[in-house]
């Protein structure tokens, strides 16, 4: 008898932003989702001011949708959202939490984004297995041994589009892969973009492109426990723990934001300014 996966165990929550399908076996955005009915939602605060109603957003590493919701019903349906997601169980997620919240103005692929289109064969993970599963990387996914194959695209090649108002990228340190396809959408339409960086290293390079192609680049650190979350739960499962993102304006918009950090050179990084403070003690 051929072996079924359990995955039953998804929560249907209904949340700050709509109804979600979270899954518990996720530790930290479907915990979240589950236990606060939101996730990030400092880092939203942020992208509700960028996003306007009518505009068109690449998200790059979706996962489950818990960005992609508000970012949908922000732009409404004069707007649209492009969503990527590599993990065949989340981008199912995805596809759930779209329709349970009546979205139309959303195009989801099943899909990694970089430089280069291919396949890629990838791991089939148990989403009842606990695990933080917003942070594999398509390297940590690899499996040659797979008959899972993930398509990559470079978003010059998918997408076509009269305007583009932000790309969102969470990608586990393919970000500068992410821009690189996507040249010519940013050369053309000159979108705000916000990309993680967690590594030092890999920032440094992400860094030294986006200042070619003429960013100003601002440090955005929000706390992954919001004080004022949906449920008014004042217990902070992720003590300490914040995300690490830049904020990337065109430097021809002449645009500041007060309060937030430039990015000084590729050295900068909010892992190197914590290891100084502790070398100090």
Not at 102 to 120: E, I, K, S
Not at 176 to 182: P, W, Y
């Amino acid at each position: 008898m051929t072996e079924i996966l359990k995955t039953t165990h998804y929560q249907l929550v209904d949340a700050r932003h709509g109804r979600f399908l979270a899954n518990p076996a996720d530790k930290y955005i479907g915990q979240s989702v589950i236990r606060y009915g939101e996730f990030s939602e400092i880092e939203w605060d942020l992208l509700n001011q960028i996003i306007k109603p009518g505009a068109i957003v690449v998200e790059a590493g979706a996962n489950m949708g818990s960005f992609t919701v508000p970012i949908a019903k922000k732009a409404g349906l004069k707007g649209m959202v492009y969503a990527f997601e590599p993990q065949i169980a989340i981008f199912h997620q995805l596809c759930a939490n779209l329709a349970l919240n009546d979205l139309l103005n959303v195009q989801a692929f099943n899909a990694g984004c970089g430089d280069q289109p291919g396949w890629l064969p990838i791991k089939r993970l148990n989403p009842a297995q606990p695990n933080n599963y917003g942070g594999f990387s398509l390297e940590a996914l690899k499996n040659e041994n797979s008959e899972l194959k993930v398509r990559i695209e470079a978003l010059d090649d998918v997408l076509d589009v009269p305007r583009l108002n932000l790309i969102k990228a969470d990608v586990e340190g393919m970000e500068l892969q992410v821009l690189r396809g996507a040249a010519g959408l940013i050369a053309d339409h000159r979108p705000y973009l916000y990309l993680e960086a967690n590594e030092a290293e890999a920032s440094a390079d992400l860094y030294n492109y986006l200042k070619g192609l003429s960013y100003d680049m601002y440090w955005h650190l929000p706390r992954m426990f919001n004080p004022k979350n949906h449920r008014g739960d004042a217990e902070d499962l992720f003590p300490g723990i914040v995300s690490m993102n830049i904020m990337c304006i065109p430097s021809e918009r002449d645009t500041k934001l007060n309060g937030f950090r430039e990015v000084a050179d590729e050295n900068d990084h909010p892992k190197r300014w914590w290891a100084e403070r502790d070398a100090q003690k």
